[in-house]
């Protein structure tokens, strides 16, 4: 199986950002193609990993790569995986009205299982917003 992480840039505005179409189009598909990870987005920015059979993650790139509603896309990493370190596809993303404390443990527990450097990327995104 292959895992891409990678972040970009939302190319409309924040209140624009249509996450909820997003992950609601990326559910379907991915259900039908076998690929499961996890999508972040504050609205301004994404950092997603996905996983699955290669072929289904090849595809799933290539749509993702077209999509202009993101720009700047950059692979954090491109890897062959034994199994899978997300056993569905969950999101969790920032509001106005999510305490920073709780929007943490959310992410925490979505990555526990996950290798140090899906982590790493995802808390160290957190982090910076955490601070802005
Ligand atoms: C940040 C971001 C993440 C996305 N993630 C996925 C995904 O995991 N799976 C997926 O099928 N499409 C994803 N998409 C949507 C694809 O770019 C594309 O619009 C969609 O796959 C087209 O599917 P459709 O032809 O069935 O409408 C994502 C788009 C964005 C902007």
């Known amino acids: 199986m292959r895992q891409i992480l990678y972040v ?9 950002t249509d996450i909820d179409g997003i992950v609601e189009r990326s559910r379907h598909n991915n259900a039908l193609e076998g690929i499961t990870g996890l999508l972040w987005s504050d609205g301004r920015r994404f950092l997603q ?13 290539e749509r993702i790569v ?18 899978r370190e997300f056993g569905g596809w969950t999101m969790a ?8 404390d709780a929007f943490d443990e959310k ?26």
């Open 8 to 16: 970009s840039r939302s190319a409309v505005p924040e209140r624009d």
């Open 49 to 61: 990993v996905f996983e699955g059979p290669e072929d289904s993650v090849a595809a799933t790139f």
């Open 66 to 83: 077209e999509d202009t509603r993101h720009e700047a896309i950059r692979v954090l990493h491109d890897v062959t995986i034994e199994q």
């Open 93 to 100: 993303r920032r509001t106005r009205w999510d305490k920073a």
């Open 107 to 132: 992410i925490r527990r979505a990555l526990s299982r996950t290798s140090p450097e899906v982590r790493d990327a995802f808390l160290d995104l957190i982090a910076v917003e955490t601070a802005a």
